[in-house]
């Protein structure tokens, strides 16, 4: 993967992510999130729209990205990922290990409740890497799966 | 609530902006931003993906907040809005003036160039008030209509974690 773009992956804690609602509207959310390369692990509520939204749709576009000091040291990812939920017991173990090494908080939690909370993985498939560093409105693009082909996900 | 709701557009100057592609695909980006109580103002390429799906669908999710390090702090906004051009030339000066004021380092920057860039302006369908200071997960939600404003209180999803999540330190 692009070295910006792991660098971005591996640096923040939070993103943005939208899913699209059954009537069409985008809706977008903050997570907390961590990575492993290019897959993307987050909880969301069971009972939540996101959820719903994911299960009828599983395209979802993530953000990340926080407020530079100056514009010209501006910098962000963006990715389209295909989000699955989770349920193989050792990939969701997997998944909360990552969780806890990036959000300290967490550490000494138990595994919240599959019945209330699931853990899901997105794979990033088309990644735009905004980097200001490189010149004003310097973005570069990439796919990291063949367009259309549906990646593996899932049950690791 | 739309007091607190303002108050966290003014703690933050930057938004995560979500757009519906043609295919149906959501497109999130990072955006400054600029409010006028409620009504947010943004600039966009005219070029950009994300306005060619503006025209395409006005419907537009936001996301305004910043990382934290007691999940206790954690206060942001989810906004549904409905996404257009400031075509007005009073509103579009007003705009202007109030990104290069919340923006100062834009000054620097040339002035949008109309070709190039669209000065664009959300208005608020439905605000969701997050507000972690009282219980993990807490969420009212304001919805704007002509009418004026209605608030549904608290809704709290605490994923099951309770009060079990500590401060980072």
């Given at each position: 993967m692009d070295r910006t773009a792991a660098e971005l992956l591996a640096t923040h804690r939070i993103m943005a992510v939208s899913t699209v609602r059954?009537?069409?509207?985008?809706?977008?959310?903050?997570?907390?999130?961590?990575?492993?390369?290019?897959d993307l692990y987050f909880?969301?509520?069971?009972?939540?729209?996101?959820?719903?939204?994911?299960?009828?749709?599983?395209?979802?576009?993530?953000a990340i990205g926080d407020e530079p000091p100056d514009m010209r040291l501006a910098r962000a990812l963006y990715a389209g990922a295909r989000a699955s939920e989770i349920e193989d017991p050792r990939g969701r173990e997997e998944a909360w290990k990552l969780l806890k090494r990036r959000h300290e908080n967490l550490v000494g939690t138990p595994i919240p409740d599959a019945g209330n909370a699931a853990i899901m993985m997105a794979r990033c498939e088309h990644v735009s890497v905004v980097d200001y560093t490189k010149g004003l409105g310097h973005t570069e693009e990439f796919d990291l799966a063949i367009r259309g082909d549906r990646p593996d996900v899932g049950g690791r | 609530m739309e007091q607190k709701a303002v108050e966290i557009l003014e703690q933050n100057r930057l938004m995560a902006l979500a757009t519906v592609r043609a295919d149906g695909w959501p497109q999130a980006t990072m955006v400054s931003y600029a409010h006028e109580g409620l009504l947010i103002y943004f600039v966009v390429s005219r070029h950009s993906q994300k306005f060619a799906n503006i025209q395409k669908d006005d419907r537009v999710s936001l996301v305004i907040g910043r990382d934290f390090h007691d999940p206790a702090t954690i206060k942001a906004l989810s906004i549904a809005a409905h996404a257009s051009e400031v075509t007005d030339a009073g509103q579009h000066k007003r705009a202007v003036a109030l990104l290069l004021e919340r923006h100062p380092g834009l000054r620097k920057l040339e002035p949008p160039e109309p070709g190039h860039s669209a000065v664009m302006r959300a208005y608020p369908e439905i605000v969701t008030v997050l507000d972690y200071s009282k219980g993990f997960g807490h969420a009212d939600v304001l919805t704007v209509s002509p009418g004026g404003i209605e608030m549904t209180p608290a809704r709290d999803d605490d994923w099951g974690f309770g009060a079990q999540l500590r401060e980072v330190s």
């Open positions: 059954p009537d069409g509207w985008p809706q977008t959310t903050f997570v907390g999130y961590a990575n492993d390369g290019p909880i969301i509520f069971r009972g939540s729209q996101k959820f719903a939204n994911i299960a009828a749709e599983p395209r979802i576009s993530i | -």
